[in-house]
């Protein structure tokens, strides 16, 4: 079965500290795998996908096909950082997301 | 270029009423995809559309719940008959017909509430 798992439904970090938002997978093929922002009353955005192997705002996520993982990181967590993140599976040639249930990031003065 | 824009953005019914929801993608986007968030869940896909044709619908309950995403006008999901358990926020997104759904940019969402 196809499935995204976010173990944390809330991490909670002093500003500066090292940030890890935990994603697992499971899919049947190569999989194509995002991450998601939601800061408070906006819309959900693409924050990176593993095919552009980019860093966005300082965080980058490095897919490890061997433990099935996508896990964001940031080295030191900002204030700014606080929303809900959400690692999302590309499922299929129809594009369709399969989503983790969200993490909420709240990154304390 | 506005975004993609859903209306309303907050939707109340009784029971046994019918919800309409519409979503106007990006200027220039002919692919829709509408997902649902159930309270304290993550988003679950619903349906995929091109411009007048269904593409996937493997997510859509199989009763009460229709999309449809016609030539001209926005897309719309439709709930006949709502119950409780329908309360949720629906999202849309769109994206461009050159990359099959690779990049989706999402609306705002509509609150659906059922009393």
């Known amino acids: 079965a196809q499935r995204v798992t976010q173990p944390e439904k809330l991490l909670s970090v002093f500003k500066g500290a090292p940030v890890e938002l935990k994603c697992n997978y499971s899919?049947?093929?190569?999989?194509?795998l995002f991450w998601y922002v939601q800061y408070s009353r906006q819309r959900l955005q693409l924050l990176l996908r593993?095919?552009s192997r980019e860093s966005i705002k300082g965080f980058t996520a490095d897919l490890n096909k061997g433990e099935t993982s996508f896990h964001l990181k940031k080295p030191f967590a900002q204030e700014e950082d606080s929303a809900m993140y959400y690692c999302a599976l590309r499922s299929g040639n129809t594009g369709k997301l399969i989503f983790g249930q969200g993490t909420t990031l709240q990154v304390k003065p | 270029n506005a975004g993609v824009m859903q209306n309303p953005r907050h939707l109340v019914r009784r029971r046994g009423q019918e919800a309409r929801l519409r979503c106007s993608p990006m200027?220039?986007?002919?692919?829709v995809y509408w997902y649902r968030q159930l309270p304290e869940e993550g988003l679950k896909f619903m349906v995929y559309l091109q411009k007048e044709n269904i593409i996937d619908e493997s997510g859509m309950p199989k009763e009460r719940f229709s999309a449809e995403f016609p030539k001209e006008g926005p897309s719309i999901l439709r709930i006949q008959q709502v119950v409780r358990g329908d309360s949720a926020a629906y999202f849309c997104a769109s994206s461009p017909p050159t990359n099959q759904g690779t990049l989706q940019y999402f609306g705002p969402g509509t609150r659906l509430t059922v009393l």
């Open positions: 593993h095919i």
């Open positions: 200027k220039g986007h002919s692919h």
């Open positions: 899919y049947s093929g190569s999989p194509e």
